[in-house]
């Protein structure tokens, strides 16, 4: 099971840390990403950290240099720091568990939790 929760309202130009708590199966050993579908939108890619975290971690180029994903193993959980917000980002922002260690753009998502919904004001 993926809980993601953190989200919230915010102001354009401002922050927020997205977490996702994992439970009943083994985290350490799969990649884990962010995903994120704004209204009318199809769900997109954001970002992906390797079973291992460090600077394993790959960023949709439309948040690159902005937003930051990271994780702790030894708590389950995984991160994503979400700075310099833009309105276009507003969207519901899920977390999802790989099928591998190695993040690859081709390889399936297992497991999705249930969203959590960010919107950022002008």
């Known amino acids: 099971q993926l809980q993601a929760y953190g989200g919230g309202l915010v102001q354009a130009g401002g922050s927020l840390r997205l977490s996702c708590a994992a439970s009943g199966r083994s985290f350490n050993s799969y990649v884990m990403g962010w995903f994120r579908q704004a209204p009318g939108k199809e769900r997109e890619f954001v970002a992906a950290?390797?079973?291992?975290?460090?600077?394993?971690?790959y960023y949709a180029d439309s948040v690159k240099g902005r937003f930051t994903i990271s994780r702790d193993n030894a708590k389950n959980t995984v991160y994503l720091q979400m700075n310099s917000l833009k309105p276009e980002d507003t969207a519901v922002y899920y977390c999802a568990q790989g099928s591998t260690g190695l993040y690859r753009r081709d390889a399936p998502w297992n497991y999705w939790g249930q969203g959590t919904e960010l919107t950022v004001s002008s």
């Open positions: 950290i390797n079973w291992n975290g460090g600077t394993s971690t």
